[in-house]
């Protein structure tokens, strides 16, 4: 099965403070999400020539007072691959638990055994909804 990395993502609390952190240690913004239904803005910065490689900074527009003492500045790990349905299928069978499960055919969450959460994104189009994914159930958080 074929994995490509995709980013890893941190919350901010100050975006301008953060970028010209990331700034200071040569990343340059090469893209920019911003969601005014979901309120939030990412941010993907990367090394000059490294742009494969970004760190996602997700900045809520509302605030989020409780950084940086919830430990919720690192967000999660993300990896597209080849067939995500295959692939969540090859971790339950090893025991790993699917927390958010593909039911969109694009997007699930699992969590490595330190409780660190990756994001596995469908590579291309997302597949045709199918089960069991479909009808599975959150399970805990991502």
Not at 16 to 27: I, T, V
Not at 32 to 53: D, T, V
Not at 71 to 76: A, L, T, V
Request: aromatic letters at 10%; one cysteine or more; hydrophobic letters at 35%.
């Amino acid at each position: 099965m074929d994995i490509k990395y995709l980013h890893t993502m941190v919350r901010v609390k100050d975006l301008e403070k953060s970028m010209a952190f990331y700034e200071l240690l040569g990343l340059r913004e090469t893209r920019r999400h911003e969601s005014e239904a979901g309120r939030f803005s990412l941010i993907f910065m990367a090394p000059p020539g490294q742009e494969e490689c970004p760190v996602e900074l997700t900045y809520n527009w509302d605030g989020d007072d409780a950084l940086p003492d919830d430990s919720r500045h690192f967000g999660h790990l993300a990896y597209a691959v080849e067939d995500i349905y295959a692939m969540c299928q090859h971790l339950m069978d090893n025991g790993v638990t699917i927390n958010r499960p593909p039911r969109d055919g694009r997007m699930a969450f699992v969590r490595s055994p330190d409780n660190v959460s990756v994001e596995l994104l469908q590579m291309g189009d997302a597949l045709e909804p199918a089960e069991p994914w479909t009808s599975m159930e959150n399970i805990g958080h991502w």
